[in-house]
């Protein structure tokens, strides 16, 4: 189905894996499209209750962009953008989407990492924006999330030094939420999510569209909060949690 994607389907858990693992899984423009197309996919399936992104191999989350192809590009703020706007369908997906970083998160990597909902890393993952080593700054967000993720001093000095982060630093920094050994990372992320997937759908879509309007100057936070309690207010999966409290039980959520 996929070209430069490996994808599979479980215990309603969605992971996509970028396949380019030669490549330390550079971001081309065919990867960029197939990861838009999955996140549309992953939408429209019921299946689907949250979603991981990955890289293939031991090495590489996503070690950068294909630089190659930037050389034979003309018009480099039409590129930004089309990233900009693939990744946003990542940042405001109504499902959870957890990047689980196995190695090198570089440059678009880097990018990719953080427009995901939270982030686990493994013990040998690194992290930087090295775009100013190239000519050039991060195109596809990494200068907005990496300042709203680990504050506007050390987002500045890694974007003017091009140095990377360990994992034990992006942890300390607030960029990770948690650093596990390479072996169980993706065993921990699934678990996490587990948890996440058990509660109300609704919910937890409601959540993330609320959270993410703090960092939407055209949105009040405040607003948009009062407005997704009214959402869940009306459900009956909140009829149910409150039922179940009461009733001392675990709750059945259907997402209606």
Known sequence: ???????????????????????LNALNQQVMEELGQ??????????????????????????????????????????????QDIFFKIENASKPVVAAVNGFALGGGCELAMACHFRLASENAKFGQPEVNLGLIPGYGGTQRLTQLI??????ELLLTGNMLDA????QY????????A??????????????????????????????????????????????????FKTE????????????RKAEFKGK
């Open 38 to 83: 999955a996140m549309d996919e992953a939408e429209n399936d019921s299946q689907v209750r949250s979603i991981i992104i990955t890289g293939a191999g031991e090495k590489a989350f996503v070690a950068g962009a294909d630089i190659k192809e930037f050389l034979a590009v003309s018009e480099g703020e039409k590129l930004a953008k089309k990233g």
């Open 183 to 232: 072996n169980e990372l993706i065993a921990r992320t699934i678990a996490l999510l587990d948890v996440i997937n058990k509660k109300a759908p609704i919910a937890v879509r409601e959540c993330i569209k609320a959270v993410n309007a703090v960092y939407d100057p055209g949105k009040n936070g405040f607003e948009e909060e009062a407005k997704s309690f009214g959402i869940t």
């Open 168 to 171: 034990s630093t992006a942890l």
């Open 1 to 23: 189905m996929y070209t430069t994607l490996f994808t599979t389907i479980e215990n309603n858990i969605l992971t996509i894996t970028i396949n380019r693992p030669e490549k």
């Open 237 to 248: 999966d909140m009829k149910e949690g409150a039922t179940a409290f009461l009733e001392k």
């Open 174 to 181: 607030g960029l990770v939420n948690y650093v596990v050994p």
């Open 151 to 156: 504050g506007k001093g050390r987002a500045m």
